[in-house]
T-cell receptor, first 115, second 111 residues
Framework: ETGVTQTPRHLVMGMTNKKSLKCEQH?????MYWYKQSAKKPLELMFV???????ENNSVPSRFSPECPNSSHLFLHLHTLQPEDSALYLC??????????????FGPGTRLLVL | ELKVEQNPLFLSMQEGKNYTIYCNYSTTSDRLYWYRQDPGKSLESLFVLLSNGAVKQEGRLMASLDTKARLSTLHITAAVHDLSATYFCANTRGSQGNLIFGKGTKLSVKP
């Protein structure tokens, strides 16, 4: 596998379900990101991890819970979501989040539908 | 607060024509990123512009950066159908380099 991979690619869940999104990068990067892309809004940065430490939480509701066990893996745990959370969730990685090393490489995304 | 604005948001072009997409940003920065997204797919990095006056070209696309005007342009020369996609510009915020994206310009090239 090369680049940034995400699983699952598609997910349908009910509002009471708990699910997790997985992201893995094979680029030797140290920073990983979660973004939300909805139909009518710009790409929204959700979380940033740099060297496994969370460095940004962009006012994301607590029903989204990130986890970064190592620099290569990033998870987004979902519980009691709302229909408005339906979107494309993109994972990205960069060499680090420091200035000058922030060119980000994106995974294919997980398209989430909350019923 | 850093804001990134693109225009136009929608662009329908005929093949063979030229056009420019504009990206304005609100705070001082010396770098700018352009990405492309095909329908249903992820974002692909196109250009990284790292200084005032930087110009980069790849095929029919050319990007430039004017940090004094806080403006980047993406120029399309002799458009072809394969260029149909959504193009995003992004800038960095603060010392951590987190990217803030514009809303994207959806380009449709018609025969």
């Amino acid at each position: 596998e090369t680049g940034v991979t995400q699983t699952p690619r598609h997910l349908v869940m009910g509002m009471t379900n708990k699910k997790s999104l997985k992201c893995e990068q094979h680029l030797g990067h140290n920073a990983m990101y979660w973004y939300k892309q909805s139909a009518k809004k710009p790409l929204e940065l959700m979380f940033v991890y740099n060297f496994k430490e969370q460095t940004e939480n962009n006012s994301v509701p607590s029903r989204f819970s990130p986890e970064c066990p190592n620099s290569s893996h990033l998870f987004l745990h979902l519980h009691t979501l709302q229909p408005e959370d339906s979107a494309l969730y993109l994972c990205a990685s960069s060499q680090s989040s420091a200035r000058g090393q922030e060119t980000q490489y994106f995974g294919p995304g997980t398209r989430l539908l909350v019923l | 607060e850093l804001k990134v604005e693109q225009n136009p948001l929608f662009l329908s072009m005929q093949e063979g024509k030229n056009y420019t997409i504009y990206c304005n940003y609100s705070t001082t920065s010396d770098r700018l990123y352009w990405y492309r997204q095909d329908p249903g797919k992820s974002l692909e990095s196109l250009f990284v512009l790292l200084s005032n006056g930087a110009v980069k070209q790849e095929g029919r696309l050319m990007a430039s950066l004017d940090t004094k005007a806080r403006l980047s342009t993406l120029h399309i020369t002799a458009a072809v159908h394969d260029l149909s996609a959504t193009y995003f510009c992004a800038n960095t915020r603060g010392s951590q380099g987190n990217l803030i994206f514009g809303k994207g310009t959806k380009l449709s090239v018609k025969p």
